[in-house]
């Protein structure tokens, strides 16, 4: 049975993965910050996923999750865990980042959950997903994170956070590479959820399906690019 392990999956695109991979047969490992109803409702229903209390911002509860995992192989470690420092779109979270209106503390927190958190995740998991058959590190990355695509500019923390994590997937997937070890950064598209507001145009099961084909089909040659949810190689 493969395996994989999620970060906030709470609620949205996390929840949303965890109910997938538990519905295609596959041992999950749900995380998340806090408490969340649905995600113990999945769990409930799902004998095969198993929830762990994790803030990825707390390295600590990292080294101690990896400890108590030690000897899994997890064939998918999926950094979905992330924060648009500050309120979420329909709250006014880009006018919020717009120049002469940073919130430094937020924009710090964006960084540490968006960037160093998946960065430890990595080191702390990489033997776990060594040993897999499917060896895949994969980042929640964001077009708004691409230079070559910022057009409109504001969303400083945001955008910062998320260009320097697919950065981070970059230098990871040549370091890892020579292990077998797939990483990348994939932009899941802007999605109805919470962060992303009611006026993205996709719903959160056809956007984590579409990701879910990117894992399975992510080669040597795409490992470090920063993939769309159509599989799209967009520039950085």
């Known amino acids: 049975m493969p ?34 109803p649905d995600l113990d409702a999945l769990a409930a229903a799902w004998p ?7 803030d990825v911002t707390r390295h600590g509860m990292i080294d101690q999750l990896a400890a108590a995992l030690d000897g899994e192989a997890i064939d998918v470690l999926l950094n979905n865990a992330g924060v648009m420092g500050g ?16 919130d430094f503390a937020a924009w710090e927190r964006a960084w540490r ?20 058959g ?17 057009t409109t500019g504001g969303l400083y923390g945001y955008r910062s956070s998320k260009a320097a994590v697919t950065a981070v997937m970059k230098s990871m997937a040549i ?11 994939v932009h899941p598209g802007w999605v109805r959820t919470s ?24 080669t040597a040659q795409q490992a470090g690019q920063l993939l769309a949810w159509d599989g799209t190689i967009l520039p950085y």
């Open 87 to 102: 309120s979420d779109f329909d709250a006014g979270g880009a006018a919020e980042q717009a120049f002469g209106h940073s």
């Open 195 to 218: 962060m992303g507001g009611g006026k993205a145009p996709l719903d959160v099961a056809e956007a984590v399906a579409a990701v879910r084909r990117v894992i399975a089909g992510l």
């Open 175 to 185: 370091d890892l590479l020579p292990r077998g070890i797939l990483a990348a950064a």
């Open 48 to 54: 095969a996923v198993t929830l762990a209390r994790l």
């Open 113 to 132: 959950t968006n960037v160093v958190g998946p960065m430890k995740m990595a080191e702390a998991f990489v033997e776990h997903v060594a040993r897999s």
């Open 134 to 150: 499917q060896r895949r590190i994969i980042t929640l990355s964001s077009m708004v994170g691409s230079n070559t695509l910022n």
């Open 3 to 36: 395996a994989i392990l999620v970060t906030g999956a709470s609620r949205g695109l996390g929840l949303e993965f965890a109910r997938q991979y538990a519905a295609a047969g596959w041992r999950v490992w749900a995380c998340s910050r806090a408490e969340a």
